[in-house]
């Protein structure tokens, strides 16, 4: 079977539809490297297998519109991006929001690697790639925002991040249909809202769940 190329002008049309239909304001310059970014994972994807999905135009709605749908809803300067994988949603928000300074925590050196030299490549100098167990990763200043997309159930990924957010920080967890997840929150954790995403052209629920620690237990 012959492989399809990659129709890069396909493909911005297909993300600046997207983004038009988000509402969020992208430069050019990002949306550039937000496809320069699918061509590195597509390259990539054929030897270490990091995604499932292989065709490009797939990519764009199941991976870069489904991780830019978060961003009108959150905000923050210091991100960490917990079990990133492939760089989603980490690698998409350095791109869309060079302001923001996004640490990428993966325990699989070959992602890892990937997202090392897809950083390199783009000139993200916001970005930082951390090759550890959430449970062993430390850091000095603690982050105001932990994004998780695919790392864990909703309670687990608040319990082994619970070291690293700030005392007014925020979890944001990216999921489907969240209800069950939402009865295994831990004590010291509230729930402040859950939001209905609508990504352009994916045709799956998508829901937010943003959380804090309780002012109490805040420390």
């Given amino acids: ?44 994807n054929r030897v270490y297998n990091l995604t499932a999905i292989r065709d490009p135009g797939q990519m764009v709605v199941h991976h870069l519109l489904d991780s830019l749908a978060i961003m009108p809803h959150v905000d923050g300067r210091r991100w960490l ?5 492939a760089g989603l949603p980490g690698m998409v928000l350095a791109i869309a929001r060079p302001d923001w300074h996004v640490t990428m925590l993966d325990s699989n050196s070959k992602k890892t690697g990937f997202l090392q030299q897809a950083a390199i490549e783009l000139g993200l100098s916001n970005a930082e790639i951390r090759c550890e167990r959430v449970e062993d990763f430390s850091a000095e200043q603690k982050f105001d925002r932990i994004v998780s997309r695919a790392f864990a159930e909703l309670g687990d990924f608040l319990r082994l991040t619970r070291h690293l957010i700030a005392k007014d ?6 999921k489907g249909l969240p209800e069950r997840e939402l009865l295994n929150v831990p ?12 990504v352009p052209d994916l045709h799956a629920a998508r829901s937010l769940v943003i959380a804090r620690l309780r002012e109490e237990t805040a420390a």
């Fill in 81 to 85: 991006d917990v079990g990133s994988g």
């Fill in 1 to 44: 079977m012959q492989k399809r190329l990659i129709d890069k002008g396909e493909l911005s049309a297909v993300l600046g539809r997207g983004i038009e239909r988000l509402d969020l304001d992208i430069d050019r310059e990002a949306r550039e490297k937000l496809i320069g970014y699918l061509e590195l994972l597509n390259k990539w």
């Fill in 187 to 198: 004590d010291d954790c509230l729930v402040e809202k859950v939001i209905t995403l609508e």
């Fill in 169 to 174: 920080g925020r979890w944001i967890a990216m």
